[in-house]
């Protein structure tokens, strides 16, 4: 790579160009990320062949295809638009502003523009949104020998060749089979006869989520999405599924840290929008936290009686807090993986309640002995040690509740993670804390 931008830098043109037939076209893509100047840019993707270049655009940010399709002629936009697999095309043009959109559907073909905008017509995050229509299809009445010669037809085009799928004249599909079982059938075998007639297949309307979990249950390489009229429209396949993978994971992550999720790159996102992705959910919860300052004011007495209960309360509120969010975080991974659904409800809740039992004790027993042996008082160790059992138990149902309510109501169970259950826990600490204490120091 390092010599590649040397040569960039030094304008050796052609030992460059032949340098780029050896590289991989993600190695490619990877080079162009690395580069800050334009006129680097644009250089080094004039030296790409045609027939590698527009695989090396699809790999690149929309900012980087801006800069490139700026600098490029009306022919030059045509080619690119013409070897883009459909799925990518339609990426790139929502993410172009309006004058970008405007100038390369000018010159992309019409039946090309159609389905793009049929792609981009699809609900956002939906199957519809990241299928292709470039795919593999053929008619059960043929035999393998035929099937063959319009594999060989259809295959420069279509994005997947590993997995051919079966229609009938209105296009509703009637089965599935792979390369290696033409291979392995005799070249007069009829597809009706070695075709997989059980398909599994999603519709254009399904969340990208859920069709990622097909992909996990099945080991698909491409699934087949239909229409309302069950006819077969496009193939998602698994290269598209790991970029809605790391998505959903990157969301995730955003929520559970209460952070309204983004699209954009850490790097080439203002510091403004990264405030303001942040702000609601820090107001919020510094509100909520206002109230355990309320709930202590409240118990004021106790704490001029006995000075030593304040400093046990940031181990109370830790505890409860930590206890919480390792619950939510089990539980919403369950439920992003099928492992927990909607009627475990009450397995969680038990399962949660006997960890919170375990914990709980040998948390409260090392805590009983530390505070006798400081302080020298053992009912001030046992107000501690209840304390604790009190709030490891709450924190652990409502660690392992809350993801689950938020499923039932339709919400990402993501939102109820550590930000949340810890200012929940923290109120339900100190009051739990000041009641034990009341009751037992008779404050």
């Known amino acids: ?53 527009a695989d090396v655009f699809s790999f690149l940010n929309s900012d980087m295809q801006e800069t490139i399709i700026n600098a490029l002629k009306d022919k030059e936009i045509e080619h690119i638009m013409a070897d883009l697999y459909m799925d990518d095309a339609a990426d790139f043009v929502q993410e172009m502003p309006a004058n970008v959109v ?61 997995t051919i799928f079966v229609t009938d004249s209105k296009r509703k599909i009637q089965g599935v089979l792979s390369i290696k079982d033409l291979i392995l059938a005799n070249s007069d075998d009829k597809i009706e006869n070695i075709m997989n007639p059980n398909v599994v297949y999603s519709t254009t309307h399904t969340d990208q989520e859920e069709v990622s979990k097909l992909f996990d249950k099945y080991d698909f390489y491409a699934l087949p999405i239909i229409d309302t009229e069950n006819r077969l ?80 309360i940031p181990m109370l509120m830790g505890t409860g807090g930590n206890c919480g969010s390792q619950s939510a975080t089990l539980v919403i991974r369950g439920l992003a993986l099928n492992e927990i659904t909607l009627k475990d409800y009450f397995k969680v809740a038990f399962k949660e309640f006997k960890v919170s039992l375990l914990v709980s004790s040998v948390l409260s027993i090392v805590n ?33 509740g809350l993801p689950i309510l938020a499923k039932k109501c339709k919400l990402d169970p993501a939102i109820m993670a550590a930000p949340i259950i810890s200012t929940l826990v923290d109120c339900i600490a100190i009051v739990s804390y000041f009641l034990i204490a009341s009751a037992i120091l008779g404050l």
């Open 102 to 162: 405007k100038r390369v559907l000018k010159n992309t073909t019409k039946e090309n523009r159609d389905i793009i905008n049929k792609l981009l017509s699809y609900p956002e995050n939906s199957a519809g949104s990241i299928m292709t229509t470039e795919f593999i299809d053929i008619k059960q009445e043929l035999t393998v020998d035929e099937a063959f010669k319009k594999i060989k037809k259809k295959a420069t085009d279509a994005e997947t060749v590993g």
């Open 368 to 400: 009983f002995v530390i505070v006798w042996i400081r302080y020298g008082d053992p009912l001030l160790g046992l107000v501690i040690a209840l304390s604790l059992v009190i709030v490891v138990i709450i924190a652990e149902f409502i660690g392992g």
């Open 233 to 312: 429209v496009g193939i998602v396949t698994v290269d598209d599924i790991m970029d809605v993978v790391k998505e959903e994971a990157t969301e995730d992550m955003e929520i559970m840290a209460a952070i309204s999720p983004t699209d954009d790159p850490y790097l080439k996102t203002s510091a403004f929008t990264h405030a303001k992705k942040r702000i609601f959910w820090l107001l919020f919860l510094t509100l909520s936290a206002s109230i355990t300052g309320a709930i202590m004011s409240f118990f004021e007495d106790a704490f001029v009686a006995i000075p030593a209960l304040v400093t046990f």
């Open 1 to 53: 790579m390092e010599d590649i931008k040397l040569e960039l830098e030094n304008k050796n043109f052609q030992e460059l160009k032949e340098q780029l037939k050896n590289l991989n076209i993600a190695d490619i893509a990877t080079l162009f990320e690395s580069l800050e100047e334009p006129q680097q840019i644009i250089i080094l993707f004039k030296l790409l062949s045609k027939d590698v270049a």
